[in-house]
């Protein structure tokens, strides 16, 4: 198993481009969540899903929409790129037994807007 | 508001010494706690976690202690190896309602040979 897989690695935007994030999970994995890391800061949940064609907000979800087709890929969108999205994008997914399952990391995309 | 906190950004330890790294919290909602370790470049993985009904977890060499009273819990490493140098981060949760994860700051742990 690949695990948990984000593309792309790095990227720099600039002020009002839009992009993608792409996350993909081959374990089965119906809960699929999309966290943020700024410098010197825990992470904190933009947005989740607990299965494909639902999806609902976390703590800092200004900026961004979600969509889950499919259950393997939980992309993030950023319409309107703002310095303040800088930061590294993780994306995670768990199974959905119980909430103490552990959660499963991909390895982040790094994301400069200037 | 960071309902998780880990107030030492760093910490230095020699190689076979304790390492103690601690995380309060203030949400009383929270009920299982978690730590996770991440290395450069690489997304966290989870270390070990306990429920609000115990006061200890251990796993070989790590052990986590959770003081409720206090909304206090600590991860001891014992004893350290250079390998345990890493980014350190506190988590919480509540097991009900979206059971969404709450992260602290992290701490830098950096294990002297």
């Known amino acids: 198993n690949a695990g948990v897989t984000q593309t792309p690695k790095f990227r720099i935007l600039k002020i009002g481009q839009s992009m993608t994030l792409q996350c993909a999970q081959d374990m089965n994995h119906n809960y699929m969540y999309w966290y943020r890391q700024d410098p010197g800061m825990g992470l904190k949940l933009i947005y989740y899903s607990v299965g494909a064609g639902i999806t609902d907000k976390g703590e800092v979800p200004n900026g961004y929409n979600v969509s889950r087709s499919t259950t393997e890929d939980f992309p993030l969108r950023l319409e309107l790129a703002a310095p303040s999205q800088t930061s590294v994008y993780f994306c995670a997914s768990r199974v959905s037994g119980t909430s103490t399952d552990t959660q499963y990391f991909g390895p982040g995309t790094r994301l400069t807007v200037l | 508001d960071q309902q998780v906190k880990q107030n030492s950004p760093s910490l230095s330890v020699q190689e076979g010494r304790i390492s103690i790294l601690n995380c309060d919290y203030t949400?009383?909602?929270?009920?299982?706690f978690l730590w996770y370790k991440k290395y450069p470049a690489e997304g966290p993985t989870f270390l070990i976690s306990?429920?609000?009904?115990?006061d200890k977890n251990e796993d070989g060499r790590f052990t986590v202690f959770l003081n409720k009273s206090a909304k206090h819990l600590s991860l001891h490493i014992v004893p350290s190896q250079p390998g345990d140098s890493a980014v350190y981060f506190c988590?919480?949760?509540?097991?009900?309602?979206?059971?969404?994860?709450?992260f602290g700051t992290g701490t830098r742990l950096t294990v002297i040979p």
């Open positions: 306990i429920s609000s009904i115990k």
């Open positions: 988590a919480a949760l509540t097991q009900t309602g979206a059971n969404n994860l709450f």
């Open positions: 949400n009383s909602m929270f009920d299982y």
